[in-house]
């Protein structure tokens, strides 16, 4: 599949999307304090997406039965919200995706319930930073491998690894478009990155091995080893002067 350009019409409605996604991610953020359950924070997004006029589009994607992940801890990925109760000290990553008017945004926060130890606050600041680093090489002319080698550099200067087998996308007339954008590198390969891509930059990053499993409930990524883990991620538009994040707050 070729990778599609976003005309300046479909970027705007992308940039609607993204800002009832931040809008909800935000008050998820907000709402996520120990004893409430990640079922209580799906209903709160699915509730809220819709009042904003979007569609929440991982619902029913290739059968996901809700509107957003909640992954707890050891938990990296795709955690199907449920009877869980967030503890003081959680590191929780939220993981939202909105469709408006036939374009889609994906983004995600990771963040610690209450007050975390300095690992996990560490981790917090890591994942976000390794977006940024990334982000930087989101510019035309560049290529994917740049942003991939970008966020592996920042994610081993801070003592993280990468965490294998999960990468951002291509993102815009659907959830997942071509091409694939690593988070490793090496840098001065793949793809030449052109103005009018749309894509996800999304780092998830372990404070153990980078190896991970997936719950017989086919969805649910955790660590192998059990470590802590976090994902951080926004819908970017490369524009002719850059990056724009389009799922900004
Ligand atoms: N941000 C996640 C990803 O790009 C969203 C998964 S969609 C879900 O893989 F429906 F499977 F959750
Ligand atoms: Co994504």
Aim: net charge negative; aromatic share 4%.
């Amino acid at each position: 599949m070729p990778v599609v350009l976003k005309s300046a019409r479909e970027v705007e409605l992308m940039r609607v999307a993204g800002q009832i996604a931040a809008t909800v991610l935000d008050e998820l953020e907000q709402a996520a304090r120990p004893g409430v359950t990640t079922a209580g924070l799906d209903e709160l997004a699915c509730a809220r997406i819709r009042e904003l006029g979007g569609r929440p589009a991982f619902l029913g994607y290739r059968g996901y039965p809700a509107c957003i992940c909640t992954s707890v801890n050891e938990v990296v990925l795709h955690g199907i919200p449920g009877k869980r109760v967030l503890r003081e000290g959680d590191l929780l990553s939220l993981d939202l995706g909105v469709e408006y008017r036939g374009v889609f945004v994906d983004a995600a926060v990771s963040l610690i319930v209450g007050r975390g130890n300095e690992l996990a606050q560490r981790l917090v600041a890591a994942v976000e930073g390794a977006f940024r680093a990334g982000l930087e090489m989101a510019v035309p002319g560049r290529r994917l491998g740049d942003i991939g080698a970008a966020i592996e550099a920042y994610a081993r200067l801070q003592g993280f690894s990468v965490i294998e087998g999960y990468a951002g996308h291509g993102i815009g007339l659907a959830l997942h478009e071509e091409p694939t954008v690593p988070n490793t590198g090496p840098a001065g390969r793949g793809m030449r990155l052109r103005p009018g891509m749309t894509v996800s930059i999304e780092p998830m990053l372990s404070a153990g091995r980078p190896e991970t499993v997936v719950a017989s409930d086919g969805w649910t990524v955790s660590m192998r080893d059990g470590s802590l883990s976090a994902h951080y991620e926004h819908t970017v538009w490369i524009s002719p002067d850059g990056p724009v994040i389009l799922t900004a707050r």
